[in-house]
T-cell receptor
């Protein structure tokens, strides 16, 4: 049962344009969401997160939007740069920092930023 | 930032041997570390949650006798794959949760295990 889904396995975007990566979840207990970037043969690198009390969080070129009613979140990267080419994982957890909350990962979206 | 290291970065072993993978938090103390495995083109699957000084909590379907986890200190957790078989070949990644921080986990670079 895939509780976090990234339905687009790949995405190609031209340099300078906006990249939009989508993520859907089914577990209504999830209240904290994270995006990670991963290069081949490396561990994921944390990018940005959002808690369920917000609907938007912005950090530089990265913005995450959360639509709780639709159980959907998206990561916007603007402007996209060639160095952004990687696999992006959406992750979710139920609970804040009080307990060692487990992360449930999506299957990832491979982003390729072309020149 | 929080740095997590793993050793070795890759290992090739014969079927039936045991392999130990180390995960260290280099610049912070981690009361909780997590072990994941990733098959090609698939998501990271949580194997177990490791708390310093106590027994690890394994996810459903993960054999605790096969994947031995020890979290001996606030900066070190080890995963031992016992009697490895070719189907254990995978990419193993550890992560650590900052002691007093929020819910981000910081990941190690991963260990590629190939069992012949």
């Amino acid at each position: 049962d895939q509780q976090v889904k990234q339905n687009s396995p790949s995405l190609s975007v031209q340099e300078g344009r906006i990249s939009i990566l989508n993520c859907d979840y089914t577990n209504s207990m999830f209240d904290y969401f994270l995006w990670y970037k991963k290069y081949p043969a490396e561990g994921p690198t944390f990018l940005i997160s959002i808690s369920s009390i917000k609907d938007k969080n912005e950090d530089g070129r990265f913005t995450v939007f959360l639509n709780k009613s639709a159980k959907h979140l998206s990561l916007h990267i603007v402007p996209s740069q060639p160095g952004d080419s990687a696999v992006y994982f959406c992750a979710a957890s139920a609970g804040w920092a009080g307990t060692a909350s487990k992360l449930t990962f999506g299957t990832g979206t491979r982003l390729q930023v072309t020149l | 930032g929080a740095v997590v290291s793993q050793h070795p970065s890759w290992v090739i072993c014969k079927s039936g041997t045991s392999v130990k993978i180390e995960c260290r938090s280099l610049d912070f103390q981690a009361t909780t570390m997590f072990w994941y495995r990733q098959f090609p083109k698939q998501s990271l699957m949580l194997m177990a949650t490791s708390n310093e000084g106590s027994k690890a909590t394994y996810e459903q379907g993960v054999e605790k006798d096969k994947f031995l986890i020890n979290h001996a200190s606030l900066t070190l957790s080890t995963l031992t794959v016992t009697s490895a078989h070719p189907e254990d070949s995978s990419f193993y990644i550890c992560s650590a949760r900052v002691l007093a921080g929020v819910n981000e986990q910081f990941f190690g670079p991963g260990t590629r295990l190939t069992v012949l």
